[in-house]
Nanobody, 128 residues
Framework: QVQLVESGGGLVQAGGSLRLSCAASGHTFSSYGMGWFRQAPGKEREFVAAIAWSGAIHYTYYAESAKGRFTISRDNAKNTVYLQMNSLKPEDTALFYC???????????????????WGQGTQVTVSS
C-alpha cells in the first residue's frame, strides 16, 4: 500500500517561499507519477504541478498559476517529491495535497481522477 506524507507547509508573507515535501513509501517507484494539488475553502481541488517518470526519463507539468513561480522535483534515493514555491501570493493559500499513481502513457497528470493515492495535506497560508 502506497503511503504519502506531506510536510513543509506553514505561514509565510506574500513574496516569500516555501518548499513542500512528499515522502512516498510502500512501493517501488521506478515508473510513477506524483502531483501536487491544492484546495482552498469553498473551492474545488485544483492541479498545481506534477512530475512523471519512467526509468531515466521524466516529465513535468504545471498549472498556469504555478508556471515561473513553482518548481517540482524529485529525489530518487529518498522517494520524495518536492514543490519549491517562490513569490507566494495570498491567493496561494490552501491545503496542499500530494498524490501518486503508476506511470501509464497518456495519463492526464493534471486530473484529480488519475491519482490512486493521496496524502493528508499540508496547510499553506500566505499573508498579505
Amino acid at each position: 500500500q502506497v503511503q504519502l506524507v506531506e510536510s513543509g507547509g506553514g505561514l509565510v508573507q506574500a513574496g516569500g517561499s516555501l518548499r513542500l515535501s512528499c515522502a512516498a513509501s510502500g512501493h517501488t517507484f521506478s515508473s510513477y507519477g506524483m502531483g501536487w494539488f491544492r484546495q482552498a475553502p469553498g473551492k474545488e481541488r485544483e492541479f498545481v504541478a506534477a512530475i512523471a517518470w519512467s526509468g531515466a526519463i521524466h516529465y513535468t507539468y504545471y498549472a498556469e498559476s504555478a508556471k515561473g513561480r513553482f518548481t517540482i522535483s524529485r529525489d530518487n534515493a529518498k522517494n520524495t517529491v518536492y514543490l519549491q514555491m517562490n513569490s507566494l501570493k495570498p491567493e496561494d493559500t490552501a491545503l496542499f495535497y500530494c498524490a501518486a499513481n503508476s506511470f501509464t502513457w497518456g495519463r492526464m497528470w493534471s486530473s484529480v481522477g488519475e491519482y490512486a493515492y493521496w496524502g493528508q495535506g499540508t496547510q499553506v497560508t500566505v499573508s498579505s
